[in-house]
C-alpha cells in the first residue's frame, strides 16, 4: 500500500494560507485524508498563552476539513485531533499521526517572527575554502608566510591529525581565482556563493582569524574581496560570509592585546593562572565571552561591528554564516547563546534588510531556530545523516564526522521517519530555510561515502528535490573525494577535466535548473508516498503543479507500479522531467503530475 492514504498536513500553501503570520492575525490551515477516511470530526488544538484550546474545523468535502487559529503568541503550535465514526480518536502531529495523546514536541508550528528574506529560499549555495578552490595568475607572485608550508596544485591534502600540514598546507587559492572560474559556479546551478574565512589567519582554513579587520592579503586583500562581490552582484547572485562568533585565533590583535593585560582581556576568558577557555581544547582558538558589552560592539553588535562593517560597500555582503554557532556565548552556566544569535540577526538586518544569517550546528538546532535568531541552521542531523545512513555504501572508506562510530546503513522507511521527525522537530518554516548538504568542509565527500557515481547522482536529487536551501561544496559536482574534511578539500583540478565526472555534473545543472522552474521545489508540501528498504517516493504538492520523486538506492523498477492506495495521483507515467540514470542501477526520477 501508499502511503499516502494517511491524514496529512504541512506548512505549505496547499495547507496554510498564511505561512508567516503577524501577531493577531487568524489562519486558516486545512487537513486532507483519504476519500475513504473514517474521520467523523476534526479539531485543531492550539495553545493561547500556554493553555490548551480546541478550534472546531468543517469539513469542505470528502478529502479535506479546514479550520482557523489565532495567532496570538510569536510561536504558534498546533495538530489535529479527530474523532472516528466509532468513536476512535487519532492525533495529526508534524511526526505524523498517532493514536495516543503526543507532547508538544512534534506539533506543528507557526512562527510570527519576520521569516528569511525571500530569496534565500530560491537560492542553491556553492561553498567554496579559498585556499582550494583556484589560484589566478596574481598568486605567482605573492610572498609566502612563515608559518605555510606549500603544496603543488595537484597534489592531494594531508590530513591527519599528526600531520601539521593539515593545518599548514598552502596551496595559494585566491579570491580573483574565484573570479576567473564563476562559470562554473553557474554551470552546477550555484546562485549563492559562501566562502569560508577570508580573514588573515595562520592556517589553510583561516578559522584562527589574526584581525577581522582586512582581507587576508594572500587572497589579494580587500581589493580582491570587492572584486569579487562586484562579479557576483553583477550576475544576480548573493555573496556569504563565514564568521567565528565564538573565538578568534591566539594571533588576533584582541587576544594579544589582553596576553599583555590590555582593555580586551575580559574579552576572554582568563583564569588566576593565565589559562583560558578555548575551543574544544585548541590553545590557538582562545573563547570570546559575550557578556562583555565592549567585545559585543567590537564584534555583533552595532553599526561599527565586525558584523555590520562587511555587508556595506563596496563588499555588500547578503549574510553570513556564523561558526559553531551552537557554542557561541555559551560555556558552563552561561548560556547567551540566544542573544548572540538575536543579536547578529538585528545587526546585520539593520544593514541590509535581506541579509541571510546561518548558524553551524550539527546536531539538535531546535532549541536555537524558533525565529529571532538564526534564520536556519546547517542541517547536518535533519538532511545530512538520514541521506548518509540510506546511501552509504556496505564498505566505505568514509570517515564519521561528530560521532565516534560512522552512521549506520539504514532502510528507507527509517530514513523516511528520520527525516519526518527532524522536519517536525525544527518546524516547516525553519527547515525550509536550513542548508541541506551532502558534504562541506567539515565532512567525508558524499562519492566517498556512496562510491558508486550513480548513487551519488540520487543523493543530488534528493538534495534538490526535498524542502530546503541545497548546499554543495566546491567539486562534488565533479566527484571529488575525500575520507574526511580535511581530505575533502582538495584543490580543483582545472587543468584535469579528464578526471571529472561530467555526467554527475550535468545533474547538478539540470537539477538547479528544474528547482528553478517548477515552484513545488521550493514552496512545495511534502507528501510520502512510498518507502522500503530501497526505494523513497514522495509528492512535492504546490497549486501551481505538483511532482512525484521517486528514488532507488538499487537496481529495479518502479516501486510504485501496480502499488494500491494511489487514486487521484494521475498519471504517473506522465512526463519525466529528469532521470538520474537508467534503471539498472541507482535511480531517481523526477514527474510531472
Known amino acids: 500500500m501508499s502511503l499516502l492514504s494517511e491524514p496529512h498536513h504541512d506548512g505549505s500553501p496547499l495547507y496554510v494560507d498564511q505561512p508567516s503570520p503577524t501577531l493577531g492575525e487568524h489562519v486558516t490551515v486545512r487537513l486532507r485524508v483519504s476519500a475513504d477516511d473514517p474521520a467523523q470530526r476534526v479539531w485543531v488544538r492550539t495553545t493561547y498563552d500556554a493553555e490548551p484550546t480546541y478550534h472546531a474545523c468543517e469539513r469542505v468535502d470528502a478529502t479535506w476539513w479546514t479550520g482557523t487559529i489565532p495567532v496570538h503568541n510569536p510561536i504558534t503550535h498546533y495538530r489535529f485531533l479527530i474523532e472516528d465514526r466509532d468513536g476512535d480518536q487519532r492525533w495529526v502531529t508534524a511526526n505524523g499521526t498517532v493514536t495516543h495523546d503526543p507532547s508538544d514536541t512534534f506539533d506543528f508550528k507557526l512562527s510570527a517572527h519576520t521569516p528569511a528574506p525571500a530569496w534565500t529560499r ?13 589560484r589566478s595568475s596574481a598568486a605567482d607572485d605573492r610572498p609566502t608566510p612563515a608559518w605555510a608550508k606549500p603544496q603543488p596544485w595537484d597534489s592531494l591534502p594531508a590530513y591527519e591529525p599528526t600531520d601539521d600540514r593539515t593545518w599548514l598546507g598552502f596551496y595559494g587559492g585566491d579570491l580573483d581565482g574565484i573570479i576567473d572560474h564563476l562559470d562554473h559556479v553557474d554551470r552546477v546551478g550555484g ?9 588573515p589567519g595562520e592556517s589553510n582554513h583561516r578559522y584562527n ?21 562586484e562579479a557576483v552582484h553583477e550576475r544576480g547572485w548573493h555573496l556569504l560570509g563565514d564568521l567565528t562568533a565564538n573565538h578568534t585565533g591566539d594571533t588576533h590583535e584582541w587576544f594579544q592585546q589582553a596576553l599583555e593585560g590590555g582593555s580586551t582581556r575580559d574579552w576572554y576568558f582568563f583564569g588566576h593562572d593565565g589559562s583560558y577557555e578555548c575551543w574544544m581544547g585548541h590553545e590557538t582558538l582562545p573563547k ?3 557578556t562583555r558589552a565592549d567585545m559585543r560592539r567590537a564584534m555583533t553588535e552595532g553599526p561599527d561591528s565586525t558584523v555590520a562593517r562587511w555587508l556595506r560597500a563596496p563588499y555588500s555582503l547578503d549574510g553570513w554564516r556564523i561558526d559553531v554557532a551552537n557554542m557561541s556565548g555559551r560555556l558552563g552556566a552561561t548560556d547567551v547563546n540566544h542573544d548572540v544569535a538575536r543579536t547578529i540577526r538585528d545587526t546585520a538586518t539593520v544593514v541590509n534588510p535581506e541579509a541571510w544569517v546561518i548558524g553551524e550546528h550539527n546536531h539538535d538546532a531546535s532549541g536555537d531556530i524558533d525565529g529571532d535568531g538564526w534564520h536556519g541552521t546547517m542541517n547536518y542531523s535533519g538532511f545530512s545523516w538520514p541521506i548518509w545512513s540510506w546511501l552509504r555504501a556496505e ?17 528507507g522507511g527509517t530514513v523516511m521517519r528520520e527525516l519526518r521527525e527532524w522536519r517536525a522537530r525544527y518546524g516547516w518554516r525553519a527547515a525550509q530555510q536550513s542548508w541541506n548538504i551532502l558534504s562541506s568542509h567539515d565532512s567525508a565527500r558524499i562519492r566517498t561515502l556512496v562510491v558508486d557515481p550513480a548513487v551519488h547522482r540520487v543523493a543530488a536529487g534528493l538534495q534538490f528535490t526535498l524542502p530546503g536551501v541545497p548546499m554543495v561544496f566546491a ?3 565533479i566527484g571529488l573525494e575525500g575520507v574526511l574534511g580535511e581530505d575533502g578539500r582538495r584543490p580543483m583540478p582545472w587543468a584535469h577535466h579528464e578526471t571529472w565526472d561530467t555526467a554527475t555534473l550535468e545533474v547538478y545543472g539540470a537539477l538547479a535548473r528544474l528547482r528553478r522552474e517548477h515552484p513545488a521545489l521550493i514552496e512545495g508540501g511534502l507528501r510520502w508516498a512510498y518507502a522500503d528498504d530501497d526505494a523513497l517516493a514522495y509528492l512535492r504538492e504546490h497549486p501551481n503543479g505538483s511532482l512525484l520523486i521517486v528514488a532507488r538506492r538499487t537496481a529495479g523498477p518502479d516501486p510504485l507500479a501496480g502499488l494500491e492506495g494511489l487514486e487521484g495521483l494521475g498519471e504517473l507515467d506522465g512526463e519525466v522531467l529528469l532521470s538520474t540514470g537508467p534503471q539498472d542501477g541507482a535511480w531517481l526520477q523526477i514527474r510531472a503530475l
Do not use: C, N
Open 191 to 199: 546562485t549563492t556563493v559562501y566562502l569560508t574565512p577570508v580573514f
Open 395 to 411: 564498505r566505505t572508506e568514509a570517515r564519521a564526522f561528530g560521532r565516534p562510530v560512522p552512521v549506520a546503513r539504514r532502510g
Open 288 to 290: 570570546l565571552d559575550h
Open 475 to 477: 567539486g562534488d559536482e
Open 122 to 134: 530560491h537560492a542553491v549555495v556553492y561553498q567554496i575554502f579559498p585556499d582550494r578552490f583556484a
Open 209 to 229: 582569524a589574526s584581525t577581522f579587520d582586512r582581507i587576508d592579503p594572500l587572497l589579494g586583500g580587500d581589493e580582491a574581496y570587492a572584486r569579487l562581490a
